[in-house]
């Protein structure tokens, strides 16, 4: 099976950059995703990685290591806005045909002023 | 981007009712729809993924008779919950992926939040 580890919270103040990391486990791994949720609503996808590197998007950049099984978000100059769960889901080419998501333990970010 | 519609948003019920849930894909067409459950401060739990016009794959531990998917059309998957119990209280969110859309354009509903009294 695949499991995805997270922190479960992280608090930040205005203006800062801030790093979400995210470890995996997944035998047929194909790429890494994240994706913001506030409270109440649809989760809307932020970035996606399949190879190794940084990707940037506006405020918002992730990285990925494979050989680490690793990757994070990193969100520049947060606002009281981005305070958000943040998610990052791993698609996995060996199981449900590659269609599937399996989302981590998610991360709660907070911004203060 | 492309729009995903959930259909009722909040919904309170007795429990041994059943209770619908409907997902439209609004301006796309989407072959594949996924069922989601979340409970609070937890993370999405894939409970089933529907194909339209087969029958959809559940996620080991899902009962596939008390959670009933239906994807008749390209643009519309419905969830039925049936004789419904406090337990099955919780966030149900579905997402919806185009045919031609890269496999992370993945799109998600704004959720229903089904309460069982």
Known sequence: GQSLEQPSEVTAVEGAIVQINCTYQTSGFYGLSWYQQHDGGAPTFLSYNALDGLEETGRFSSFLSRSDSYGYLLLQEVQMKDSASYFCAVRDILTGGGNKLTFGTGTQLKVEL | ?????????????????????????????????????????KSLMLMATSNEGSKATYEQGVEKDKFLINHASLTLSTLTVTSAHPEDSSFYICSARGSSGSWNEQFFGPGTRLTVL
């Open chain 2, 1 to 41: 981007g492309a729009v995903v519609s959930q259909h009722p948003s909040r919904v309170i019920c007795k429990s041994g009712t059943s209770v619908k849930i409907e997902c439209r894909s609004l301006d796309f067409q989407a072959t594949t729809m996924f069922w989601y459950r979340q409970f609070p401060k």
